[in-house]
């Protein structure tokens, strides 16, 4: 069982960053992925970033390549999500997730996982 807890979301303007962290808690060592995935008002969940724990290259949706930046630390156990250049488009929840296997698979730009936070808003004005 694995419990991850988003926060850092909050409102700026465009052209603004955030930081979220995610901190998580549990049978972490099983896991194969770290990851953040964001759900607009009346829009399918998209994946944003993953994170693979043995060293697969990270992957960005294009929405977020060059923008954001996936990190971890693994010494307080969170993983972060440094988002630069804020849009409004950017604009949703956002959710950490963890998984392990075939959980940490991409399929049309969605992420499967095996768990999921809770969520926190981030709301971008123009």
């Known amino acids: 069982q694995v419990e991850l807890v988003e926060s850092g979301g909050g409102s700026v303007q465009a052209g603004g960053s955030l930081r979220l962290s995610c901190a998580v808690s549990?049978?972490?060592?099983?896991?194969?992925?770290l990851g953040w995935s964001r759900q607009a008002l009346g829009k399918e969940r998209e994946g944003v970033a993953i994170?693979?724990?043995?060293?697969?290259?990270?992957y960005y949706a294009d929405s977020a390549k060059g923008r954001f930046t996936i990190s971890q630390d693994n010494a307080d156990n969170t993983v972060y999500l440094q988002m630069n250049s804020l849009k409004p488009e950017d604009s949703a929840t956002y959710f950490c997730?963890?998984?392990?296997?075939?959980?940490?698979?991409?399929?049309?730009?969605?992420?499967?996982?095996?768990?999921w936070g809770k969520g926190t808003l981030v709301t971008i004005s123009s």
């Open positions: 549990g049978d972490i060592a099983s896991m194969t992925c």
């Open positions: 994170l693979y724990t043995g060293g697969q290259p990270t």
């Open positions: 997730a963890a998984g392990q296997g075939l959980a940490c698979a991409v399929v049309a730009g969605r992420f499967l996982m095996d768990y």
